[in-house]
């Protein structure tokens, strides 16, 4: 596709479940990253993949917390036993490395009930 | 630690008229700086960046002011168009580090 395609883009969890969120980078890019919105806040950065690197994993907030990146593609970030305070709007990110633009998805707004 | 601050949560300005947007960072190891723009339920798009051996760059409509010695960088939106209103977030990186940081975003409204 011709942008960064995220999917659910709506999910509703109840509190205690794992969820999985789904990112499509544009094709090429070597660098991925994850960030969240929480209502009324800023973007927070969870993790960062580059290429054939270790993942920055420092933003990730516990470690309910994890993310994939396969084949230098697809990364799926899995949040397990969710709780209320996860709910926020997942974005991911890709681009062709430090020093350009990161092209955003259009979000996964997670919902805990 | 909020290494990159955006101080004022919105600003009004009347169309056609100088939008200035400020951000403020704490972190002297950042070097490249991006503006980006937020639409509601959409993601954040690309707006304008600089490197930090510049102090401006400019494109179209924005312009981006970069003063290393205050740690500040701001945007410059003129003429200001009812389109423009939205989020704006800036955001830093830094050398030998990859990732984005980003302040906590400034609502613009522009008034017909």
């Known amino acids: 596709g011709a942008g960064v395609s995220q999917s659910p883009s709506n999910k509703v969890t109840e509190k205690g479940k794992d969820v999985e969120l789904r990112c499509d980078p544009i094709?090429?890019?070597?660098?991925l990253y994850w960030y969240r919105q929480s209502l009324g806040q800023g973007l927070e950065f969870l993790i960062y993949?580059?290429?054939?690197?270790?993942?920055?994993k420092s933003g990730l907030p516990s470690d309910r917390f994890s993310a994939e990146r396969t084949g230098g593609s697809v990364s799926t970030l899995t949040i397990q036993r969710t709780q209320q305070e996860d709910s926020a709007v997942y974005l991911c990110?890709?681009?062709?490395?430090?020093?350009?633009?990161?092209?955003f998805g259009q979000g996964t707004r997670l919902t805990v009930v | 630690d909020q290494q990159v601050k955006q101080n004022s949560p919105s600003l009004s300005v009347q169309e056609g008229r100088i939008s200035i947007l400020n951000c403020d960072y704490t972190?002297?190891?950042?070097?490249?700086f991006l503006w980006y723009k937020k639409y509601p339920a959409e993601g954040p798009t690309f707006l304008i960046s600089?490197?930090?051996?510049?102090d401006k760059n400019e494109d179209g409509r924005f312009t981006v002011f970069l003063n290393k010695s205050a740690k500040h960088l701001s945007l410059h939106i003129v003429p200001s168009q009812p389109g423009d209103s939205a989020v704006y977030f800036c955001a830093a990186s830094a050398t030998g580090a990859q990732k984005l940081v980003f302040g906590q975003g400034t609502r613009l409204t522009i008034n017909p």
């Open positions: 972190n002297s190891m950042f070097d490249y």
């Open positions: 990110a890709s681009s062709l490395g430090r020093r350009s633009e990161a092209f």
């Open positions: 094709s090429g890019h070597t660098a």
């Open positions: 600089i490197s930090s051996i510049k």
């Open positions: 993949f580059q290429g054939n690197s270790a993942p920055d």
